[in-house]
């Protein structure tokens, strides 16, 4: 039998919860979990319903088994400006296109070539630390994964992307939550301050993008790494390849998508691991046992399992993708619950992985409670980190394995301290969970 509608705040008479969604959307959404259950129901503005699910099985319903009936959210259309109608937003028939010309680039078997760029990346950066800095470790995590994504998917030089993208990205992505800040952003037509800025930023970091793709064009050859390959591909009816838009589309997804996330992850990581010394002591003590006085190698990263389990700890703890959104695009049952075209449905990683009914001790750093088995004593959607479906993270094991080599070359030589003046490290939920202003940490040698 079909249920009426399910439990939920009622909020206020015109916004509804958007409100309390957008000033703290980690704690909304885990009252909402407690409260009313694994099904709720609340608004944003007078008539956009939600539901929010907080139930492995029902979320493996709307993002596995009855994905068909859902498109991605609307909600990503802020970032729309920035990506376009790359991979991450596009949907359907295109979406399906360019996952199949994209996916090879980081299947699990062929991703250990890019190991060594990883690696030497990474020594490139922390060459430079001193004993006693103190850096603010997440724009450090930033440079490294730009550099990396920008090396092993588009053959940049060392350093290049993170000189040429880092700056106009950062000033793309500053004013982006800027706009995101702001309960009822502008429409971005209108010549506001903020708009003027944001707009001025996508066209500077467009600039570049173009620019990346002409000086490949010049080149004339079809290289071997992804933008290659991108370059390379043909529709299948009409033989054309892709128009320089779509291509800067894909560009920026990639960069976007794949560095940000993977440096939030490696900031909280290094920030769990400097208040939690046992655990630091036992990576650092499989390090050396591993490693010893050689090179970081990348075939060290299947060797180092404590290592593999702090990152899989850190990202239960800390998900960059803190909520997933979809749009109902055909009327389905969810819960047993009706849901019509347009409603909009939330899972929140963040609300599942500290959920007591499916890991002990919820709130606390504990790398161990991943060894052997850990898989089998939760539900699949429990711990969803990289999503699931058709749009799982298509970069899920390049990011495993970035964050474990990162790591280690860090944690090989270094031991990073909170900053004795920055005791108050918090989390920002915008577009991904970040550290607030970011982590300022001390460079001790190890
Ligand atoms: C710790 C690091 C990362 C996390 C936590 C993460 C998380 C996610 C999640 C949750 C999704 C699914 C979103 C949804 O279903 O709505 C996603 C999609 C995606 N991710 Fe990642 N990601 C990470 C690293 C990367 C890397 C290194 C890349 C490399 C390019 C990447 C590229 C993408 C792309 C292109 C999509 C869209 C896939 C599609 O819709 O077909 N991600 N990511």
Known sequence: MKKPFPPGPHGKLISGSLEDFQKNPLQFLQTVSEEYGEVARFRFGPTQQVYFISDPDLIKEVLVKKQRHFVKSRDLTMLKPIIGEGLLTSQKDHHLQQRRLIQPSFKKTDISKYGEDMVETTNGYIREWVEGDIRNITDEMMNITLGIISKTM??????????????????????????????????????????????????????????????????????????????????EENGKGMSDKQLRDELMTIFLAGHETTANALSWTLYLLSQNPEAEKKLHEEIDQVIGTDE???????????????????????????????????????????????DMVLMSQYVMHRKEKYFEQPNEFIPERFEDGWKDSVPPYAYFPFGGGPRVCVGQYFAIMETVLVLTCIAKEHRLKLASNDPNVRATPLITLRPKGGIRMKIEKR
């Open 154 to 235: 588009f053959n940049m030089e060392f350093n290049e992307g993170h000189r040429i993208i880092g700056g106009p990205m950062d000033k793309v992505m500053r004013s982006a939550i800027k706009r995101m800040r702001s309960i009822v952003p502008t429409p971005l037509w209108l010549p506001t301050k903020t708009n003027r800025a944001y707009r001025n930023a996508v066209e500077e970091l467009d600039q570049v993008l173009y620019k990346i793709i002409e000086k490949r064009r010049e080149l004339n050859e079809e290289a071997d790494d992804l933008l290659g390959k991108l370059m390379g591909a043909r529709d």
């Open 296 to 342: 970081v190698r990348p075939e060290h990263y299947q060797q180092l399992p404590y290592a593999q389990n702090v990152i899989h700890e850190s990202l239960r703890l800390c998900p960059p993708a803190y909520v997933i959104g979809r749009q109902v695009d055909e009327k389905v049952d969810i819960g047993g619950y009706s849901l019509k075209k347009g």
